[in-house]
């Protein structure tokens, strides 16, 4: 299945607009990039999965998210030409092709697509990020422990998600000891399965009805 970024292109097309891209490896633990980084690529995970991260003052490191194949990282500095927002770490051994702003440029002058398509994603990702700003800001511990399962199970990691509690901290803008007490009361709700270093989602529907408050 050709990822978000190649929607509506023609597999002559999408093979056009791959042959763009610099095919890069990575192992893992390796970082992309660091925040503050100027940058003007963004990357296409073809193999692998890549932590999203932001680094605060003082170091406390707030996970934004992950990205696994067929998604996108990278655009906004590709697009502006400033700092990175975000630093990012190969997860897993990783195979993530790159677009240059120069080549993007002439990409987008064959295929004008590419440039919506690009659109509709930002477009996404922004609201996305209102609505994890409203659950951040106003909703208990619980919820945004639910709704981070949820994007790691958008991300493609479930139903049993293998993650540490500081990830999931991380993720919930929570401390491992609340995130360790939202998993219980979830676990209670039947919304999860816990087992060392692991939750299992049965169905998202659960999880997605305590993050928005409807249970």
Request: charged letters at 25%.
């Amino acid at each position: 299945m050709p990822g978000p970024l190649f929607h509506g292109l023609t597999p002559e097309e999408e093979a056009l607009a791959r042959s763009y891209f610099l095919r890069q490896a990575y192992p893992k633990g390796k970082p992309v990039f660091h925040q503050r980084d100027l940058g003007q690529a963004l990357y296409l995970v073809e193999r692998g999965r890549v932590r999203l991260f932001r680094t605060h003052l003082g170091g406390q490191e707030k996970t934004l998210g992950y990205v696994g194949p067929g998604e996108i990282f990278g655009e906004m500095s590709l697009l502006d030409g400033s700092e990175r927002s975000a630093s990012a770490l190969a997860e897993e051994e990783a195979l993530l092709p790159v677009l240059r702003r120069g080549a993007y440029l002439a990409l987008i002058r064959r295929l004008p697509l590419i440039a919506h398509n690009l659109a509709r994603l930002l477009a996404h990702r922004l609201r996305e990020a209102d609505l994890e700003l409203d659950l951040m800001a106003f909703e208990e511990a619980k919820s945004r422990v639910a709704y981070a399962l949820l994007k790691l199970l958008r991300q493609g990691m479930g139903p049993k998600i293998r993650a540490r509690q500081q990830e999931l901290a991380a993720l919930a803008g929570a401390s491992r000891e609340t995130v360790t007490r939202a998993l219980q009361e979830l676990k209670a709700q039947g919304a999860v399965r816990l087992a060392p270093g692991e939750v299992e989602v049965p169905s998202p529907a659960l999880p997605e009805e305590v993050a928005f408050g409807l249970v």
